[in-house]
């Protein structure tokens, strides 16, 4: 092959393999060349109800909810807002952002003083401080100078008070006098005062953190920390007067509310009535609230607390237009140049078809048909290789199984079990294969059942056929059965459709938050008996309570057989978990060892991505428990796991990504050693971020998902885990990870620049 035929290099994927909104702690400039936004009608709303709070004379404030499913672009649009206010603003700390990662008030206030900060806060005090020292020296006869210039805080009021000899202390009591009156509680008023006199502040802000009060605040009346949920929205309260007194504006965007607010976590009568509370004193302090969520976050809210949310905003698909746009700025965002290839129109409306507009999975099935486009070319040299339906459909097989096979039928039979139903698996209807039904529930005194039937994907017209083979045949051998069609991927709308009628109702999308809700619904809707004869169905009753009773014996068993096992294995245990520690140490790079260790933001980066990999893999506890003479139950458990593809697939790319993780990081901690400060070395420090860029571009974390199916290896015998649920697991992984380099650049030159 000559020279001008040689295969070009791989191309640089325009698109984010994580698609998610992109959250850097301070929005900087810097990275918004890389946020392609599409203009939608949500988004629009959004931002003229912000500009009408902006425009509008100062002490009306407001409360804005943004709601959306999973994957429809809440986080990006209240991200967009932030940015927005802090453009009219001219003030990032008026404009903050929030995410609600924990399931209580508590944690999302102290998150939101961290976020505040305590020179943020401090400066806010100094600004009541400085209108009072200026106030005090009109009649001084002072230049008007001097007072313009400590009104901008181009001095200090504590320098002009030392300078001219005023009198601090009576000053002070106004300040105090005067944040009691903004804050409406005298606990604040005298904490934030104190934050103003030396000596104080280490013990004011661990107070403000929830931190019970020191000994010198509880000589000043302060005896109460804010350690609960009533407390610490009252507290939020309280920065929301803070931050919007004096006439200014304050934005605070919520996000995943709905991790406080759900169906499953109903709050208490009191948080609620001091939530309610929350957004009275935000709109009475001019400040404007986005609070954003699942739909289901509204839902919970008491019709009281719902009263107090004037705007809602509800976020929908996007278009084939809009798709068609995004592709194209998004190309153009990294070349430079306006183009929709390899994109097609044709294969653009089918994309958007299968990813029902979802803006998630619009971008994750464009990344990942960019690079099956991209490997044809460099496969076949062909340099004009388009996108293709089929292509899409490969796609969207790869990303949106939702569960592995066996996991779904496990999460189906435990269903099952749990509520009394009476059922049989693998169970063939008839004579034909196509009649086995995955589960056959039937139902005392009433003809019939209701066959269960698992599927993957169903995307065109041949996976129609597959599944209208497989209802037919059920239909022929039970003429009366019912019919739930579970499908763990995507199901387009045009296949639904066809599908609805000969079903008799819609198929059934698995998804994790609403399966087992939707799931007994359908089968209890299926198994109603008639009507007209009760004495059937209290027999029907009686009988699903006793298989239920069974169910539960069966668990108890099972738990103390459990609890059993972990007292007779506990040394082994921790010999394993000592084994394990040693291992960890002495595994790491040579590149990576403690000589080389890096400056303490950058270390920790690198090392919650590592132990979070760690966390997720725990390949060598389950490799040492089995040749630790472990019982045959251990070893059959070792064995499912390796005969599993999926997760040897996930494992083998996740200790890929650890490895490329450690192997950044010692390419940093060489960097360190080299020259720092210099336009050349931060090129370098770019340089290392790009590499790794490109490597982890072909390892998406999405591809770990059959490992977060999976409990910990040492969940499974009680070992020392520290969740071990699914969303708690992913969520540690991706917080580790995502946008690693850009966060690891930024740490890095910060910690040049100050060393």
Same mark, same amino acid.
């Given at each position: *092959?000559?020279?001008?035929?040689?295969l070009?290099p791989?191309?640089?994927?325009?698109f984010s393999p994580?698609?998610?909104?992109?959250?850097?702690?301070?929005?900087?400039?810097?990275?918004?060349?890389?946020d392609?936004t599409?203009?939608?009608?949500?988004g629009?709303?959004?931002?003229?109800h912000l500009d009408? %709070?902006?425009e509008a004379?100062?002490?009306?404030?407001?409360?804005?909810?943004?709601?959306?499913?999973?994957?429809?672009g809440k986080?990006?649009?209240?991200? !967009?807002?932030?940015?927005?206010?802090r453009?009219?603003l001219d003030?990032?700390?008026r404009?903050?952002?929030l995410?609600a990662?924990?399931?209580?008030?508590?944690?999302?206030y102290?998150?939101?003083?961290?976020?505040?900060g305590?020179? =943020?806060v401090r400066?806010?005090?100094?600004d009541?401080y400085a209108d009072?020292?200026?106030?005090?020296l009109?009649?001084?006869?002072l230049?008007?100078?001097?007072?313009?210039? $400590?009104g901008? #805080?181009?001095l200090?009021p504590?320098?002009?008070?030392e #300078?001219?000899g005023?009198?601090?202390?009576?000053?002070l009591r106004?300040v105090?006098?005067t944040?009691r009156q903004?804050?409406?509680n005298?606990d604040?008023?005298?904490?934030?005062t104190?934050l103003?006199?030396p000596?104080?502040?280490?013990a004011?802000w661990?107070?403000?953190?929830?931190g019970?009060?020191?000994?010198?605040?509880?000589e000043r009346?302060i005896?109460?920390?804010i350690?609960t949920?009533?407390?610490a929205?009252e507290?939020?309260?309280?920065f929301?007067l803070?931050f919007g007194?004096?006439?200014?504006r304050?934005?605070l965007?919520v996000d995943e509310l709905?991790k406080?607010?759900s169906?499953d976590n109903?709050p208490q009568?009191?948080?609620?009535?001091?939530?309610?509370?929350m957004?009275?004193?935000f709109?009475?302090?001019g400040?404007?609230?986005?609070?954003?969520?699942?739909?289901?976050? &509204?839902?919970v809210l008491?019709?009281?607390?719902?009263q107090?949310i004037?705007?809602?905003?509800k976020?929908s698909g996007?278009?084939?237009t809009?798709?068609r746009?995004?592709?194209m700025?998004?190309q153009?965002?990294?070349?430079?140049?306006?183009t929709l290839?390899?994109?097609?129109?044709?294969?653009v409306?089918?994309?958007?078809d299968?990813? =029902?507009?979802?803006?998630?999975?619009?971008v994750?099935?464009?990344?990942?048909?960019f690079?099956?486009?991209?490997?044809?070319?460099?496969?076949?040299?062909?340099?004009?290789?388009?996108?293709?339906d089929?292509?899409v459909?490969q796609?969207a097989?790869?990303?949106?199984g939702s569960?592995?096979?066996?996991?779904?039928?496990?999460?189906?039979?435990?269903?099952?079990?749990a509520n009394?139903w009476e %059922?049989?698996?693998?169970?063939?209807l /008839?004579?034909?294969?196509?009649?086995l039904?995955?589960y056959w529930?039937t139902?005392p005194?009433r003809?019939?059942?209701?066959a269960?039937?698992l599927?993957?994907?169903?995307l065109?017209?041949?996976?129609v056929?597959?599944? *209208?083979r497989r209802v037919?045949?059920?239909?022929e051998?039970?003429?009366d059965?019912?019919?739930?069609?579970?499908v763990n991927?995507v199901?387009?709308?045009?296949?639904?459709?066809?599908?609805?009628e000969?079903l008799?109702r819609?198929? $059934?999308?698995?998804?994790?938050r609403t399966f087992a809700?939707?799931?007994k619904?359908?089968l209890?809707?299926t198994?109603?008996?008639?009507?007209?004869?009760?004495?059937?169905?209290?027999?029907?009753r009686m009988?699903q309570l006793s298989r239920?009773?069974?169910s539960?014996y069966?668990?108890?068993?099972?738990?103390a057989e459990h609890?059993?096992g *972990?007292r007779t294995?506990?040394?082994r245990?921790? /010999?394993?978990?000592?084994r394990?520690?040693?291992?960890?140490?002495?595994?790491?790079p040579?590149r990576?060892?403690?000589?080389?260790r890096?400056?303490g933001?950058?270390e920790?980066?690198f090392?919650?991505a590592?132990?979070?990999l760690?966390?997720?893999i725990q390949?060598?506890?389950?490799?040492?428990?089995a040749?630790?003479?472990?019982?045959?139950?251990t070893?059959?458990a070792?064995?499912? #796991?390796l005969r599993?593809p999926?997760f040897?697939?996930?494992?083998? &790319?996740?200790?890929?990504?650890q490895k490329?993780?450690l192997?950044?990081r /010692?390419?940093?901690?060489e960097?360190f !050693?080299?020259e720092?400060?210099?336009a050349?070395?931060?090129?370098?420090?770019?340089q290392?971020c790009?590499? %790794?860029?490109?490597i982890v571009?072909f390892?998406?974390?999405?591809?770990?998902?059959?490992?977060?199916?999976?409990?910990?290896?040492g969940a499974?015998t009680? =070992?020392l885990?520290a969740?071990?649920?699914?969303v708690?697991r992913r969520? !540690?992984?991706?917080?580790?990870?995502r946008?690693l380099?850009?966060?690891? #650049?930024?740490?890095v030159?910060?910690?040049?620049h100050?060393?």
């Open positions: *092959m000559s020279g001008s035929d040689e070009p791989p191309r640089k994927n325009p994580m698609a998610v909104a992109l959250i850097i702690e301070d929005f900087q400039d810097d990275f918004d060349a890389a392609v599409i203009a939608t009608d949500a629009r709303l959004a931002v003229a009408t %709070y902006l004379a100062p002490g009306a404030g407001t409360v804005l909810a943004i709601l959306g499913d999973y994957g429809t986080t990006h649009l209240a991200v !967009r807002l932030v940015r927005h206010a453009r009219v003030d990032p700390s404009a903050l952002y995410e990662t924990a399931e209580s008030f508590v944690e999302l102290r998150r939101f003083m961290r976020r505040l305590r020179e =943020g400066a806010q005090v100094s009541y009072i020292v200026a106030d005090s009109q009649s001084t006869g230049t008007a100078d001097t007072l313009e210039w $400590l901008s #805080r181009q200090e504590q320098e002009v008070v #300078r001219l005023l009198m601090e202390s009576a000053l106004k105090q006098d944040l903004v804050t409406n005298k604040f008023g005298t904490a934030l104190l103003l006199r000596g104080f502040e280490h004011v661990s107070w403000l953190l929830g019970a009060p020191d000994q010198v605040l509880v009346g005896t109460t920390p350690d949920e009533v407390a929205l507290a939020m309260g309280v929301a803070l007194g004096r006439q200014r304050f934005v965007a709905d406080i607010f169906a109903q009568a009191r948080t609620m009535a001091a939530f309610q509370t957004l009275q004193v709109a009475k302090a400040a404007c609230l986005v609070l954003c969520g699942l739909p289901e976050f &509204k839902a008491s019709p009281a607390v719902r107090r004037p705007y809602t905003v976020m996007l278009s084939h809009q798709v746009e995004f592709i700025r998004a153009q965002a990294l070349t430079g140049t306006t290839a390899p994109f097609t129109p044709e294969t409306r089918y994309l958007r299968v990813a =029902g507009g979802n803006t998630r999975n619009v994750r099935l464009c990344h990942r048909v690079r099956l486009v991209d490997d044809r070319v460099r496969v076949t040299g062909d340099r004009d290789v388009t996108a293709t089929e292509m459909r796609a097989r790869d990303l949106f569960l592995s096979a066996d996991d779904l039928d496990g999460a189906v039979r435990r269903l099952l079990d009394g %059922y049989w698996h693998n169970h063939l /008839g004579s034909g294969e196509d009649s039904a995955d529930v139902f005194d003809d019939g059942g209701c269960v039937l599927t993957g994907s169903l065109d017209n041949a996976d056929t597959t599944v *209208m037919s045949a059920v239909r051998a039970e003429s059965a019912e019919i739930i069609l579970l991927g199901l387009t709308d045009g296949v639904a459709i066809q599908l609805r000969p008799g819609e198929p $059934l999308v698995y998804s994790e809700d939707d799931f619904a359908l209890g809707a198994s109603r008996p008639d009507e007209h004869d009760p004495i059937s169905s209290l027999r029907q009988a239920q009773q069974s539960i069966g668990f108890i068993e099972q738990l609890v059993d *972990m294995s506990s040394d245990q921790f /010999g394993a978990i000592g394990q520690l040693a291992l960890l140490v002495g595994s790491a040579a990576a060892a403690a000589d080389n890096l400056p933001e950058v920790r980066l090392r919650d590592v132990d979070a760690e966390s997720l390949l060598d506890m389950m490799l040492d428990e040749f630790d003479f472990a019982p045959p139950q070893q059959e070792v064995h499912r #796991r599993t999926e040897t697939d996930a494992a083998a &790319k996740a200790i890929f990504i490329t993780v192997a950044f /010692g390419a940093v901690a960097w !050693r080299g720092g400060g210099s050349e070395a931060e090129d370098r420090l770019e290392l790009g590499i %790794y860029d490109d571009e390892l998406p974390l999405f591809d770990l998902d059959p490992l977060f199916g999976l409990p910990p290896w499974r009680g =070992g885990v969740d071990v649920s699914q708690a969520n !540690r992984v991706h917080d580790a990870l946008n380099s850009p966060r690891v #650049r930024r740490a030159l910060k910690a040049s100050t060393g």
